[in-house]
C-alpha cells in the first residue's frame, strides 16, 4: 500500500532544500511542481534525459524517407515530361522532401511531448494542487505508507506551508 | 476509462451500419434491372443474346467511325415490318413483366408518327443512370474495333441483360490500366497514355 | 525591467491579469467583433460570386493573370513570419524581450497562414478542384506535378500551418492549465481542462517540454525560412523578367519579417492599451522589435537597389526594360509608395526617442504594413504588366470584388484575433513568470 | 426552374432541333467542360444516305461573302456545317480564304436571320411574321396588279444561271435588273474602255509579276479578289537566290496593304495620276518603254519628274526611280481603292493602263481574255437614276435581294426616303438590314450554305453551290421563291417549266454539260461537277490595242467638297467590306491589321496633327463634312498623311442584328452623292473635313496597345544582301545556349511550323479560321476592353522606322510556340499542360484547376483564359466543332496545333497502316492563310515542307534568348533597298 504526499511551498529555494533532503533521505523518486520550467529544480531533481529527441529525429527521418519515395514513385508511377526536365529530378523534389522532413519531426516531436509528459507522466490527481499553476510549488512523493511520516517531517522542516495526502 | 469504451461502441456501430448501408444499396442495385428505362423494353437479351443477332447488325458505324451508331427507327422497322413478336407476357431479369408484341407495337408507333425514338443513354462515366462520356474525353470506336477488341470489354455481357445497364465502371482509371496492359513497349505505352490521346 | 507601476510584476498577478483578459467579453470587443464579422460576411459573399460568375468578376487580365489574391496571399505569409520569428528564432537566441509578445505573435502567425492559405484556393480558376493539387491515390495513378513550385508551396504552407498550429498549442499548455485553474464555471472550465491535456507542471512535464519546445523552435527556424523562400520561388522559378532572380529568398523572408515585426507592432499596441499591459509590453520590448525593424528595412532596401543594379548590370533589355517601366511606368505611385514606407519611414527608427514613441511607431507600422502589401503588388503586377512580348503588355486593374475579399481576409484575420484575446492566454504566463526573479527564501 | 423542368426542356430543344436537321446519332458536343451531361441520344427516324455519324463530310461550294466567288469546301458534321474551308481545285483560292469567307458560317447560323416571312403589319406599324403560303400570294397579288410603274429587282452581283433567271422573270413584267456592288470598280473598266476599247475588268495576275505598282489598289484587303491576289502577293514574295519580288504603293495613307508593300509613297491625295504620268514620261524620255507610245508621247509629254513633283509631294527621284525598275522587270501596275475614288479617278486608271501599256503587260500581267463578272455590275450613276425614279414614283415594285443600298449609298442621296415613295418592296434577304428593315414584305432567301446555284466570278471560272445542310430557319431559297410565284402570276404562268430552282439549274447546266463535255452522260457530268465545285475553261486570248479615244482624255486636278483642313478618305473595311460583314461576331472581335481595334470606328490621324491638337489614341474628335459630322475616337497613326484622315467603312449599323447595330459610325451616311465624272463611279474620296477635339478620352478598344517592339526584336527583318550572310545579328540568333538537362528525343514526329514573315500581311484569316476551328468564344467590347479576347492566334503589328525614317509595318502572327523547354509545363502543380511524345505542348483542359501560372510564365503570352463560361447563342453553337472541347470557366486555353485534326490524320493513316505523310494534316490557320505564309509539319522528317523552311536562311525563333526551343520557325521579312 503506497500513498501520496505533497509539500506546498512559496520559495524555490526551500524547495530545493527539500529535494536535496528528500534525495539523501533516498526518497528519489519525487514530482516537484512548479508554475514555470526551472533550471535549478531541473538540475537537483537529476532526472532522466527526455526521450522526446528521439521522436523527433525518428520523425524527421521518417519524413525525409516518404518524402524522396514519394516524389520518385509518383513521378515513375505515370512518367509524364514536362519542359525538357527528366522525369525525376531530384533537385525540385528536396524542397518537398524538406518540408515533409520538417512536418513529420514536428508531428512526432509533438507526439513524443504528449506521450511522455501526458501520457505516461500520470501524478495522482489529488496530489495536484491548483495553486501550482499560479504562485506556488510543490514537492510530492509517493512511498509505502509507513514512511510518510518521515516524508512529512522533511516537508515540513523545510519550510512547506501546507502538506497534502493522497489515500490513493 | 468505461464511458470510453462505451462512446467507441457507439461509433463502431454507426460506421457499421452506414457500411452496410451502401452494401446493401448497391446490393440491390444488382438484382433487379439497374439500368435506366427506356422507352421501349429493348431486349439486349432476346436480340444479341437469343437470336445471336452480331452487335455491328444495329451498331454498324462501330469500324468505320469514333461513334458507334445507334439504328435508327427505319432500320428497327426493317425487321420489325415481318416480326410482330409473340402476344407472351415476359419477364426480365429485374421482374419487369412485359407484352413483348406491345413493346414492338411502341416501336412502330413511332415509325408511323415518324419520331426518333428517345432512348436513355446508359454509357457514361457517372454513375449507371445518367449522362454519357463527358465531352472532354474523345473515345474512337473506330480504333479499338479494329485493334480487336470485344464489345464486351468495355460494355460487358449485354447479350445477357435485359435492361442494359453500365457494366464497367467507365472511369479514366479504367481505360488507362487497359492501355497500360495493351500497350506493344514503353514506347506505345508513352503513346497510348499520351493525355491528348483523348483529351483535346 | 524598468517600467514601473504602481504594484510590481509578481506571480499571482500575472495569472490574474491573464485570467482577467479571457473574461467575459465586454461591449467594447462585441462593438469590435460584429463588425469583423459582418465584413468576413463581406468577402464570402464577393467569394461566392466570383465563383458563380467565374473570375472575370476580378480585375485580371491579359496578360496579368496573377493580382490582388497572390498578393494578399503573399502579404500574409510574409505576416506569419514574423510570430515564427519572434517564437522561434529569437527563443533559440533567448531573446528576452520576445517573452511578453511571443504569444500573440504567434498567433498572428497561425492566423496569418490561415488567411493566407485561402488566397490559393480563392484565386483558383476552379476552386471546387482545389484538392487536385494534394496528392492522393487515385485510380488513375496520376498524381500532382512535384517539379511545379506551386506544389511546393502547398506542402510548405500546409507544412506550416501545422508546425505553427502545434507550437502555437504547446506553448499554451501550461497557461491553459493556470486559467484552467483559476476559472470556476463549468463549461469553460472544462473546455481549458481538455486545451491543457491534463497538464500538472511537474518537473518531467516540464523537462519533456522544454526539449519538445527547443526541437520544435529548431524545426520552426529552418521552416520558417524555407516556406518564404519557397514562396519566392513562385516567382523566381518562373522567367518573368523582375521576376527571375536568385536575390528572392534572402529578399522575401526580410521583407517577411519586416512586415510581419510591424503587424506585430499594429497589433500589440491597442491590445497593450485595452487590457492595461503596460508592465507586459515594455517599451523596452518596441524598441527591440523597431531595431530588427531597422535591420531588415535596411535589407529590404538594399534588395530593391540590388535589382535595380543588377537589371542594369546584366544587359537585359526585359530586366532593365522592367525596372525602368516600375519606376516610371503607369504603376510608378505604387513603386514609390512602397520605397517610401519601407525605405524612408524606418529611417526614423535610428532615433531612440521615436523607437519609443507608441504613437509614431503605430504609425510607422501600419506605414510599412501598407509599402508591403505594396512591394508584393508591385512584385506581382508590374512584372506580368510587361514581360517579354511587347505585343501583350497591358494594364491591371483592382475590381471591387478583389477589395471586397482583400477586406474580407483582414476581417477574417481580426476576427480569429479578437476570439483569440478573449478566449486564449495572450501574454505567456509561464513564459512571464520564468523571468521574474525566482522567489526566494534567503533572498 | 427545377433541375427536372431543365431537363425536360433540354431535351425538347435539342429534339426540336434534330428534327429541324432531321439527322441525329453520336453525341454532338454543345455543352462545357464541366456542364451537366446530355441525357438522352436521338436516333435517325431514316438515316440519311451516307452520313456516318462522328465522321465528316465534306460539300464542295462557293464563297458569296463578296464578288469574288471563291470555292469553298464545308465541312459537314451530323447534318451541320461546321467549318469552311477553300477549295484547293478551285482556281481562284486555291484552297485559301480569307476572313469573311471563314465567318460566312456565323451567317448561316446568325441569331439575327428573318426566319420566316414578315409582313409589314400597318396597325402594329411593325414586321410581323406570316406563312410561306400567304407571303408568295401578297406577292403574286401585287404582281398581278402591277400598274403602269417599274418593277426594278436590285441585287448583289448574281452572274451565272440566277441572273438570267431574274432576267426571265422581268421580262414579262418589263422589270429592270441592277445588279449593286458598292465597290463595282467603274473607273477601272471605264478606263480600259477608254485606253484599250474593253468596257471590263482583267485579270491581274500578281502571280506573274515580280514587281508591282499599285496606285491605290489595296489589293490584299477588298480590291477585287483578295484571296486570289494575296496569293500572287505569296508568290511575289518569294525568295530565291537572293532575289525577290518588289512592291511599290502609292496612296496618302498606308492601309494594309500599302504597309504590306516594300515602299509607300504618300502622294497628295488624289494626285496619284500625276504620278503615273510621271513615270510614263520618264519611260518615254529614257526609252524604256516596250511599246510604241503612239499619242501618249503627246499627252506624258508634259509631266516631267520635276512637274510632278510639285504636284504630288512625291520627289522626283523616286519617280525616276520607279520608273526605271517598273519598266526592266515583270511588273504591273494597278489602281484603285477608296483612295482612287477622286473625281479624277477614271483618269488616274487610264495613266495606270498606259504604264501597263508602255511596259508591255497587256497579256502577260494584265489578262483581259478571262475578265470579271463584277465587270457587269450597274455604275453608281445608274443606282443614283435608280434612286431618283424610287423618289419620283416611278418604281412601283422594288425587290431588294441581298444589298443594302440605304446603308452603303452616299446619305446625300436619301435612300431611306426615296424608299418611302416606293409602294411595295419586297426583300428577300436573310437579315433584316438597314433597306430589309423598310420592306413590306420580307421573303427570306436561305443562305448560299442552304440553297442550290452557280456563280462565276470570272470568264473561266463557274462555281456551284449546293446546299451544304437543311436550312436551319424557315426559309426558301430566291430562286424557288421566284418560281413558285410565278405560278400564280397571269403574266408568268408559263415562264417556267420548272417546279423548283434545282430543277432550272440542271436544265441550265444539261446545255453548258453539252458544250463542255460532249462525250459524258449529264448525270456523270453533274455529280463531277459538285464533286470538284467549278467548272474551268481555258477563255480565248483577246488582242488588245490602243484605243484611239485614249487621246481624248485630259488630266484634272480632283474636285474636293468642302472647306475643311483635311481630305477624308472612307475606306473598305476588310474585315466587314462595306458593312455585310459587321453581323458576324468573328469579324467584329478580329483585330484591324493596322490599329488592332476591334468593335468599333476610329479616325486615324497624323501624329504631328495629332500633337498638335492635343489628341492622343482614344481622344473624341468631331469631324465635320458638308454632308454633316459625327464624333469618333482617334487613332494616332504614322502611317496618313498630315493633310488626310481616315475612317474605315462598315460599321455604324442601325439594325442588321445585335452585333452590327450600334456599333462607330457609317461615313456613307455623310459622303455626298458625288461621282467620278468619266466613268460615273462613287467618289469616295471628295470630302474635306474639318476636326475638332472634345476633349474626352476613353479607352480605344484594341488588342494591342503597344505600337512599337522597342527593343524587344520580335519582328525581324533582313536586308535582301543579307540573306546567307551568317554575320551580324543573323549569326548571334543561332548562338549554342547551353543545357542544364539533355536535348529531348523524339521518334515518329515532331510537330512544327514555319511562318514566313516576308508573306504574312496581317490579314487575320487564320485568326477567324481558328476561331471556327476551335470553339473560341466571341467575348464582346467590353471584355476586349479589359484585355481578354480569346483569340488563340493573333497578329501582332508594330510599327517601326525604316533606316530612311520612314514607316516600316511588322506582322507576326504569334501563336503557342510548342516550345521544346516549354515555361508553362514545368509550373503546373497538375500536369494540365505537359509535353507529349510528338512535341505537343498539351492542354488538358478537364485537369486544368486555374491556377493560371503557366499563362505568367508563357514567354509570348499566348495562353486565354476562360474568365467566365462564355456563351453561344442559339444557333451559333450550331457552328461548334464536335471533336473540340468547348471551355466553361476557369480553365485554361490555347493552341495545340489542331491537335484534333493531327488526331483524325493519325487515325486515318492508321486504318492504312502507316504515319502521316507531309501535308496530310494542314492545321486550321495553314489552311486558310491566302500568302501560304503558315506551314505545319513534321519536323523529323528532312524533306518536309516546314523542315526545309525551318532550315531557311532567314529563320529565326522569336525570343530565343528566354531559350524556349520553340517548335515555330520564322523567317524574317526581307527588306530592300527601297525607292
Known amino acids: 500500500m503506497s500513498q501520496g504526499v505533497v509539500g506546498i511551498y512559496s520559495y524555490q529555494d526551500s524547495v530545493l532544500s527539500a529535494v536535496e533532503k528528500l534525495k539523501e533521505a533516498g526518497y528519489g523518486d519525487m514530482r516537484v511542481f512548479s508554475p514555470f520550467p526551472d533550471h535549478e529544480i531541473e538540475h537537483a531533481v537529476d532526472a532522466p534525459e527526455s526521450p522526446v529527441r528521439f521522436f523527433t529525429l525518428f520523425g524527421g527521418l521518417l519524413g525525409a524517407t516518404c518524402g524522396i519515395g514519394f516524389t520518385v514513385l509518383t513521378s515513375s508511377a505515370w512518367p509524364i515530361a514536362v519542359s525538357a526536365k527528366p522525369i525525376v529530378s531530384i533537385i525540385p523534389y528536396m524542397v518537398i522532401v524538406f518540408e515533409l522532413t520538417v512536418l513529420f519531426g514536428a508531428l512526432s516531436t509533438f507526439l513524443g511531448l504528449i506521450i511522455n509528459s501526458l501520457i505516461r507522466e500520470r501524478t495522482p490527481v489529488r496530489l495536484y494542487d491548483e495553486r501550482f499553476s499560479d504562485d506556488k510549488f510543490g514537492v510530492a512523493v509517493v512511498c509505502e505508507k509507513e514512511k510518510i511520516g518521515a516524508v512529512e517531517a522533511i516537508l515540513n522542516s523545510t519550510g512547506a506551508e501546507e502538506i497534502k495526502f493522497d489515500e490513493a | 476509462m468505461k464511458r470510453e469504451r462505451k462512446s467507441f461502441l457507439r461509433i463502431a456501430i454507426t460506421v457499421l451500419f452506414i457500411v452496410a448501408g451502401f452494401y446493401l444499396y448497391a446490393e440491390s442495385a444488382e438484382s433487379s434491372d439497374k439500368g435506366p428505362a427506356q422507352p421501349v423494353l429493348f431486349s439486349h437479351k432476346i436480340h444479341a443474346g437469343d437470336n445471336q443477332i452480331e452487335c455491328q447488325t444495329c451498331h454498324s458505324y462501330t469500324e468505320v467511325s469514333p461513334h458507334p451508331g445507334i439504328p435508327s427507327v427505319q432500320k428497327c422497322m426493317g425487321c420489325h415490318a415481318y416480326v410482330a413478336g409473340r402476344d407472351v407476357e415476359y419477364t426480365t431479369q429485374g421482374g419487369q413483366t412485359i407484352n413483348i408484341r406491345e413493346e414492338i407495337n411502341k416501336v412502330k408507333g413511332y415509325w408511323q408518327r415518324q419520331e426518333p425514338i428517345p432512348w436513355v443513354k446508359v454509357t457514361g462515366m457517372y454513375g449507371t443512370n445518367s449522362s454519357g462520356m463527358p465531352e472532354f474525353v474523345h473515345f474512337n470506336h473506330k480504333r479499338h474495333i479494329k485493334r480487336g477488341f470485344e464489345c464486351s470489354t468495355c460494355h460487358g455481357e449485354v447479350e445477357k441483360m435485359d435492361v442494359v445497364h453500365k457494366a464497367k465502371d467507365l472511369t479514366m482509371g479504367f481505360c488507362i490500366s487497359c492501355h497500360e496492359e495493351n500497350a506493344d513497349n514503353e514506347e506505345h505505352k508513352t503513346e497510348l497514355k499520351d493525355c491528348l490521346t483523348c483529351h483535346y | ?443 | 426552374m427545377s433541375g427536372k423542368e431543365n431537363k425536360e426542356k433540354n431535351g425538347m430543344k435539342r429534339r426540336d432541333f434534330l428534327k429541324v436537321l432531321g439527322v441525329a446519332g453520336g453525341t454532338a458536343a454543345v455543352a462545357g467542360s464541366c456542364s451537366e451531361p446530355v441525357e438522352q441520344i436521338i436516333p435517325y427516324v431514316i438515316p440519311p444516305e451516307n452520313v456516318i455519324p462522328g465522321v465528316p463530310k465534306f460539300y464542295a461550294t462557293t464563297c458569296r461573302e463578296c464578288s469574288s466567288g471563291c470555292g469553298l469546301v464545308v465541312k459537314n458534321r451530323e447534318g451541320r456545317a461546321i467549318k469552311v474551308e477553300g477549295n484547293p481545285e478551285n482556281p481562284i483560292n486555291k484552297g485559301k480564304t480569307c476572313a469573311m469567307g471563314q465567318a460566312s458560317l456565323q451567317g448561316l447560323y446568325n441569331p439575327d436571320r428573318v426566319r420566316s416571312p414578315l409582313r409589314y403589319n400597318t396597325e402594329t406599324q411593325r414586321l410581323e411574321p406570316i406563312g410561306w403560303d400567304r407571303g408568295e400570294e401578297i406577292l403574286a397579288e401585287k404582281l398581278n396588279s402591277l400598274g403602269s410603274g417599274k418593277i426594278v429587282y436590285l441585287s448583289n452581283n448574281v452572274s451565272g444561271t440566277y441572273s438570267k433567271l431574274v432576267a426571265k422573270f422581268l421580262r414579262p413584267l418589263g422589270g429592270k435588273h441592277y445588279v449593286y456592288e458598292t465597290f463595282s470598280h467603274e473607273p477601272i473598266r471605264k478606263a480600259n474602255s477608254i485606253v484599250f476599247g474593253r468596257d471590263e475588268i482583267p485579270s491581274y495576275r500578281i502571280d506573274k509579276a515580280d514587281y508591282l505598282l499599285s496606285f491605290g489598289a489595296d489589293y490584299l484587303e477588298t480590291w477585287l479578289s483578295a484571296v486570289s491576289n494575296s496569293i500572287g502577293y505569296s508568290k511575289l514574295r518569294d525568295v530565291d537566290h537572293g532575289k525577290t519580288g518588289q512592291i511599290v504603293h502609292i496612296e496618302p495613307r498606308s492601309g494594309m496593304t500599302a504597309s504590306n508593300a516594300d515602299t509607300w509613297v504618300a502622294a497628295k491625295p488624289g494626285t496619284e495620276q500625276y504620278i503615273a504620268l510621271g513615270i510614263a514620261n520618264v519611260m518615254i524620255s529614257k526609252g524604256l518603254n516596250k511599246v510604241a507610245p503612239g499619242p501618249i508621247a503627246r499627252m506624258v509629254s508634259g509631266y516631267t519628274p520635276e512637274k510632278v513633283a510639285a504636284l504630288t509631294d512625291v520627289s522626283a527621284d523616286t519617280i525616276k526611280k520607279i520608273a526605271r525598275d517598273f519598266s526592266t522587270s515583270k511588273s504591273l501596275a494597278i489602281g484603285g481603292g477608296a483612295a482612287n475614288t477622286g473625281s479624277n479617278a477614271t483618269e488616274t486608271m487610264v495613266a495606270v493602263n498606259i504604264l501597263n501599256y508602255l511596259a508591255g503587260n497587256i497579256g502577260k500581267t494584265v489578262d483581259f481574255s478571262d475578265s470579271l463578272s463584277i465587270s457587269d455590275a450597274s455604275s453608281f450613276s445608274d443606282m443614283k437614276e435608280l434612286v431618283e425614279e424610287m423618289r419620283s414614283g416611278k418604281v412601283e415594285i422594288l425587290i431588294v435581294h441581298n444589298v443594302n443600298p440605304v446603308f452603303t449609298l452616299p446619305g446625300e442621296l436619301k435612300v431611306a426616303e426615296a424608299l418611302e415613295k416606293v409602294p411595295f418592296v419586297l426583300s428577300l434577304s436573310s437579315f433584316l438590314d438597314e433597306t430589309s428593315e423598310k420592306a413590306h414584305l420580307v421573303l427570306p432567301e436561305s443562305t448560299s450554305f442552304e440553297s442550290w446555284g452557280d456563280y462565276s466570278p470570272k470568264k473561266s471560272v463557274t462555281g456551284i453551290t449546293q446546299p451544304v445542310m437543311r436550312p436551319v430557319f424557315n426559309t426558301k431559297s430566291a430562286g424557288d421563291t421566284l418560281i413558285s410565284v410565278s405560278k400564280s402570276v397571269e403574266a408568268l404562268k408559263n415562264t417556267f417549266a420548272e417546279k423548283k430552282y434545282y430543277d432550272y439549274l440542271r436544265s441550265a447546266w444539261k446545255k453548258r454539260a453539252a458544250v463542255l463535255s460532249p462525250g459524258t452522260s449529264f448525270e456523270k457530268f453533274w455529280e463531277a461537277l459538285l464533286v470538284k465545285g467549278s467548272v474551268t475553261t481555258t477563255p480565248a486570248p483577246v488582242n488588245v490595242a490602243l484605243s484611239s479615244r485614249v487621246s481624248s482624255v485630259s488630266f484634272s486636278d480632283p474636285q474636293f467638297r468642302g472647306e475643311g483642313d483635311f481630305h477624308l478618305i472612307a475606306y473598305p473595311s476588310h474585315r466587314f467590306l462595306d458593312g455585310r460583314g459587321a453581323n458576324k461576331p468573328w469579324l467584329q472581335e478580329l483585330p484591324d491589321a493596322l490599329t488592332t481595334s476591334v468593335w468599333d470606328s476610329w479616325l486615324e490621324i497624323n501624329p504631328a496633327v495629332a500633337a498638335k491638337m492635343g489628341l492622343e489614341d482614344g481622344s473624341y474628335v468631331k469631324v465635320d463634312t458638308p454632308g454633316g459630322s459625327f464624333e469618333v475616337q482617334v487613332f494616332v497613326y504614322e502611317g496618313i498623311r498630315p493633310d488626310t484622315i481616315a475612317i474605315p467603312l462598315g460599321q455604324g449599323h442601325t439594325s442588321y442584328g445585335r452585333y452590327a447595330k450600334g456599333r462607330g459610325v457609317n461615313p456613307f451616311a455623310l459622303l455626298p452623292a458625288a461621282t467620278d465624272a468619266l466613268s460615273g463611279g462613287p467618289s469616295l474620296l471628295s470630302t474635306k473635313a474639318n476636326v475638332s477635339s472634345l476633349r474626352k478620352r476613353d479607352l480605344l478598344v484594341r488588342t494591342q496597345y503597344t505600337k512599337s517592339q522597342g527593343d524587344r526584336h520580335v519582328a525581324k527583318t533582313v536586308a535582301l544582301d543579307q540573306i546567307g550572310h551568317h554575320n551580324g545579328a543573323h549569326g548571334a540568333d543561332h548562338s549554342e545556349h547551353p543545357d542544364f538537362y539533355p536535348e529531348k528525343e523524339y521518334s515518329k514526329y515532331r510537330w512544327g511550323m514555319a511562318i514566313d514573315l516576308n508573306k504574312c500581311t496581317g490579314c487575320g484569316a487564320c485568326v477567324a479560321a481558328c476561331s471556327a476551328e476551335n470553339n473560341i468564344p466571341f467575348v464582346g467590347k467590353k471584355q476586349i476592353a479589359k484585355r481578354r479576347e480569346m483569340n488563340w492566334i493573333r497578329i501582332e503589328r508594330f510599327f517601326e522606322k525604316n533606316s530612311d525614317g520612314s514607316l516600316d509595318v511588322r506582322f507576326l502572327p504569334m501563336l503557342c510556340q510548342q516550345c521544346g523547354n516549354a515555361p508553362c509545363e514545368p509550373v503546373c502543380p497538375v500536369f494540365a499542360t505537359y509535353h507529349n511524345q510528338e512535341g505537343l505542348n498539351g492542354m488538358i483542359y478537364n485537369r486544368c484547376v486555374g491556377t493560371r501560372y503557366c499563362a505568367n510564365n508563357c514567354t509570348y503570352k499566348v495562353r486565354r483564359f476562360n474568365w467566365y463560361t462564355y456563351k453561344f447563342p442559339e444557333p451559333l453553337n450550331w457552328q461548334l466543332n464536335p471533336d473540340v472541347t468547348v471551355r466553361s470557366k476557369g480553365v485554361m486555353e490555347k493552341c495545340t496545333f489542331c491537335v484534333q485534326r493531327i488526331n483524325h490524320g493519325k487515325d486515318l493513316a492508321k486504318d492504312k497502316g502507316r504515319l502521316l505523310h507531309d501535308r496530310e494534316v494542314l492545321t486550321a490557320c495553314e489552311q486558310a492563310c491566302p500568302s501560304d505564309a503558315i506551314v505545319f509539319g513534321n519536323l523529323l522528317d528532312d524533306k518536309s515542307k516546314a523542315s526545309v523552311l525551318s532550315e531557311d536562311d532567314r529563320g529565326y525563333k522569336v525570343l530565343e534568348v528566354v531559350n524556349t526551343k520553340p517548335a515555330i520557325t520564322y523567317l524574317k521579312k526581307v527588306k530592300q533597298e527601297r525607292v
Open chain 3, 1 to 443: 525591467m524598468s517600467q514601473t507601476q504602481q504594484t510590481p510584476l509578481t506571480y499571482a498577478r500575472i495569472t490574474e491579469d491573464v485570467v482577467r483578459m479571457v473574461d467575459k467579453p465586454s461591449k467594447k470587443w462585441w462593438a469590435l467583433f460584429l463588425p469583423t464579422v459582418a465584413l468576413v460576411g463581406l468577402g464570402v459573399m464577393c467569394f461566392f460570386y466570383q465563383v458563380a460568375e467565374g473570375l472575370g468578376v476580378a480585375g485580371y487580365r491579359h496578360p496579368v493573370f496573377w493580382g490582388v489574391y497572390i498578393t494578399d496571399f503573399v502579404f500574409w505569409v510574409g505576416i506569419a513570419h514574423s510570430g515564427t520569428l519572434i517564437s522561434a528564432i529569437l527563443y533559440l537566441f533567448r531573446a528576452r524581450f520576445r517573452m511578453s509578445i511571443y504569444r500573440i505573435a504567434e498567433a498572428m502567425t497561425v492566423f496569418a497562414v490561415l488567411t493566407a492559405g485561402l488566397f490559393p484556393i480563392i484565386h483558383l480558376g476552379r476552386p471546387w478542384n482545389f484538392l487536385w493539387l494534394i496528392p492522393y491515390p487515385n485510380s488513375r495513378e496520376l498524381w500532382i506535378n512535384f517539379k511545379s513550385p506551386l506544389v511546393w508551396d502547398v506542402f510548405a504552407v500546409s507544412t506550416y500551418l501545422t508546425v505553427s498550429s502545434l507550437f502555437f498549442v504547446i506553448g499554451m499548455i501550461p497557461d491553459i492549465a493556470a486559467i484552467r485553474d483559476k476559472v470556476k464555471e463549468a463549461p469553460r472550465k472544462i473546455i481549458y481542462s481538455i486545451l491543457s491535456f491534463g497538464w500538472k507542471g511537474s518537473n518531467r512535464e516540464w523537462l519533456h517540454y522544454t526539449r519538445a519546445y527547443l526541437y520544435f523552435a529548431a524545426l520552426a527556424t529552418p521552416l520558417v525560412l524555407s516556406v518564404h523562400s519557397v514562396v519566392s520561388w513562385d516567382f523566381a522559378m518562373g522567367n518573368v523578367p523582375g521576376w527571375h532572380t536568385t536575390i528572392f529568398p534572402p529578399y522575401f523572408v526580410a521583407g517577411a519579417i519586416f512586415s510581419g515585426l510591424a503587424m506585430v507592432i499594429t497589433l500589440t499596441i491597442p491590445i497593450r492599451k485595452i487590457f492595461h499591459l503596460e508592465d507586459y509590453i515594455t517599451l523596452d520590448n518596441y524598441d527591440g522589435m523597431a531595431k530588427l525593424i531597422i535591420l531588415t528595412s535596411c535589407i529590404v532596401g538594399y534588395a530593391y537597389a540590388a535589382e535595380f543594379f543588377m537589371a542594369w548590370y546584366s544587359g537585359s533589355p526585359y530586366e532593365w526594360g522592367q525596372f525602368v517601366y516600375r519606376a516610371t511606368g503607369e504603376y510608378a505611385l505604387f513603386y514609390w509608395t512602397m520605397v517610401i514606407c519601407n525605405c524612408v519611414v524606418p529611417i526614423s527608427l535610428w532615433w531612440e526617442k521615436v523607437r519609443k514613441n507608441i504613437k509614431a511607431l503605430f504609425v510607422i507600422s501600419i506605414l510599412i504594413n501598407i509599402g508591403m502589401w505594396f512591394e508584393r503588388f508591385n512584385i506581382i503586377v508590374i512584372s506580368l504588366s510587361r514581360d517579354f512580348e511587347p505585343g501583350a503588355w497591358g494594364i491591371y486593374k483592382i475590381s471591387f470584388v478583389e477589395a471586397g475579399i482583400t477586406i474580407g481576409s483582414f476581417a477574417w484575420f481580426f476576427m480569429f484575433f479578437l476570439l483569440f484575446v478573449k478566449t486564449l492566454p495572450a501574454v505567456s504566463i509561464a513564459e512571464m513568470k520564468e523571468i521574474l526573479p525566482v522567489p526566494k527564501k534567503g533572498g
